[in-house]
């Protein structure tokens, strides 16, 4: 995830840590009512029972259309799996988009869709994995009488079309950008010109000027950078805010990785332990996955903070322009991915909402 965007998550986070403070006392409060009975072992010694942590639920969302690829809406999308439990119906929405929330993960699951005048179309089974947003594509109904053999064979940059267009509909609590996330383990690798829209879709998005704002306010209130103070002050903070973002994630999202072959996005893990998840939010910004697959050192993101860096002293007031406003904007741009890609991995996925174009 890309600058532009933390300014945003940095509301969110704000938000959260008050809800939880405030909600500190009353869980005190009624811990003891909500700890788990002790056990005795064998030695005759109390040992509290830890529950099992229960997995991620993952989501399964799709696009329906046609045999010529024209969407189709208000389709009837059954959701079934191993047990009637699993059963879930949605109808797809005006853009033909449809989504199942808290689905189970490790079971195996089929989508059926009906809707009058076309044959039913029935996916392969679809395994889902812990906190995986799964997108369904090779969907084409068929008109019905017609020919009614399915075929799910699509294209490895259409399939990357598709993840991106659910990734630009993901927002925290349905408000903040959070685009940059895939939580699709094995997404398809993005074109150049995919990495474009998705950095263009980012910096243009109202919450990323509402977060150049926020931290505008920050850097007001504490008289940096040099500029002067009141109305014009904050106007040329906001700007240089944004500015810094804004040459970060077209260089370090969008035309780097492009260059190097790279993908910009974070990759959540989701599984495993607390450190080894730890250490995946960490290394991810130095470490990208490459359009092949394959891992290397990440010198779009590194590069587009230093491109950012160098850039900043053609507006920076000359006060404070030199050697060290470059390796300020640099390492501040780094830190803040790094803080972002623990927040995304331990915090966000569960208030993360997937809408519709």
């Known amino acids: 995830m890309r600058n532009l965007q933390f300014f945003s998550t940095v509301l969110f986070f704000l938000f959260f840590c008050f809800r939880v403070g405030a909600q500190t006392s009353t869980a005190v409060g009624s811990k003891a009512e909500n700890e788990p009975a002790s056990v005795r072992d064998g030695s005759g010694t109390d040992v509290a029972a830890v529950p099992d942590a229960p997995a991620a639920p993952g989501r399964i969302v799709g696009t329906v259309t046609d045999a010529y690829g024209d969407i189709v809406p208000s389709a009837m999308v059954v959701l079934e799996g191993l047990r009637p439990e699993d059963r879930q119906t949605v109808l797809a929405n005006d853009d033909a988009f449809f989504q199942f929330e808290n689905v189970k993960p490790g079971g195996h699951y089929r989508i059926t869709i009906t809707l009058n005048g076309f044959a039913p179309w029935t996916s392969p089974e679809q395994t ?4 995986q947003q799964l997108i369904v594509t090779g969907i084409e109904l068929k008109v019905e ?15 990357a079309t598709e ?6 509909t ?24 995919l990495k474009f829209q998705l ?9 990323t000027f509402v977060g150049s704002a926020f931290l505008a306010g920050i850097n007001q209130a504490a008289d940096t950078p040099n500029y002067v103070q009141g109305a014009k002050g904050f106007g040329q903070r906001m700007g240089a805010s944004y500015a810094n973002g804004l040459s970060d994630i077209l260089f370090g999202g969008a035309i780097l990785p492009s260059i190097f072959h790279q993908d910009p996005r974070y990759f959540y893990q989701g599984t495993g332990t607390h450190k ?22 990440n010198y779009s993101s590194l590069g587009g903070d230093l491109i950012s860096g160098a850039l900043s002293e053609t507006y920076y007031p000359n006060s404070n322009r030199g050697p060290g406003l470059l390796l300020d904007v640099a390492l501040t741009d780094t830190a803040a991915r790094i803080a972002n890609n623990l927040i995304q991995e331990f915090v966000l996925r569960k208030f993360t909402k997937t809408g519709h174009r």
């Open 163 to 168: 993840q991106i267009q659910i990734e630009e």
């Open 145 to 159: 009488g017609g020919v009614t053999t399915v075929s799910a064979v699509v294209s490895t940059e259409q399939l």
């Open 276 to 297: 080894s998840r730890l250490m995946h939010a960490v290394d991810s910004e130095f470490i990208a996955r490459g359009d092949d697959g394959r891992w290397r050192p």
């Open 170 to 193: 993901q927002r925290v609590l349905g408000i903040f950008p959070n685009f940059y996330v895939a939580y699709d383990a094995n997404a398809a690798p993005l074109t150049a010109k």
């Open 199 to 207: 950095a263009m879709r980012s910096s243009i998005d109202p919450m």
């Open 128 to 131: 889902l994995n812990p906190g």
